[in-house]
């Protein structure tokens, strides 16, 4: 259901936050009057206000004071002077939802007063066009209507789980990550193509849509996807032969530790690395 009735506030306007802010206004969760944003890029923040006609302010104070929703979009590093900067004006009933990758709940509720409600959430890219898979965990003072509210948030964007805390940085390193690793695999196929004979762009076509229908296929079918690799794989046939040099190549193991690699990196960001 929309909330249109609160104000939402991103402090920090980068790719995240845009990503949140358009399909949030899609989906009709909020109105462009009600939707607040901040940042130290001011050129960043008049595009935003141009693009989707949201209010944009140069101070974290004031709009931590006219909003009901406060979202970090920030690094990481940066998370705890904003929220000392913030603090003596966070109303007690308000709800702060923080995207920073690593920062912990109670390093959040710790900066801020106490009973604040605070939920973690990891979104990722593919937010800005409706594909976005998040997950999000409620801090010890959010009740079933915050959990409510950010699920709905998240939903207008894609799909999104609940998860505990522990598992939020293997969240960052699978899906939060996970896009970048796509494009690169979706940027070597296009090589392979080109390198077999193809025009780039013919390539570019087919590679993006190969990638776009596997996944679709995967999730409409409910298959596991070894079973629907089998499916294409004939004996003797030209799939068998490009997955056996994949697994020459050990692109299954490469991108495991690339997932826990991505989590290792989240944990020291956490603890200020």
Known sequence: MPFTDKAFGFIGAGAMAEALIKSILQRGFAHESGIWASDVNRDRGRYLKNKYGINFLEDNKDLVKKTDVVIYAVKPFMMGDVLSEISPYVAANQLHVSVAAGIT???IE???PEGARVVRVMPNTPSLVG???A??????????EEERLVKEFLDCAG???KVPEYLMNAVTGLSGSGPAYIFLILEALVDGGVKAGLPRD???VLATHTVFGAAKLVLETGEHPARLRDM???PGGTTIAGLHVLE???????????VVAATRRADELGAGK
């Not at 997950?135 to 079933?144: E, F, H, M, T, V």
């Open 105 to 107: 709940l109670d390093f």
């Open 110 to 112: 710790q900066r801020l």
């Open 131 to 133: 594909a976005g898979a």
């Open 135 to 144: 997950a999000y965990s409620p801090g010890k003072s959010a009740g079933p």
């Open 159 to 161: 799909v999104s789980v």
């Open 202 to 204: 013919t390539a570019h």
């Open 232 to 234: 294409v794989t004939t």
């Open 248 to 258: 020459q190549g050990k692109l299954r193991a490469t991108l495991m530790d690339a």
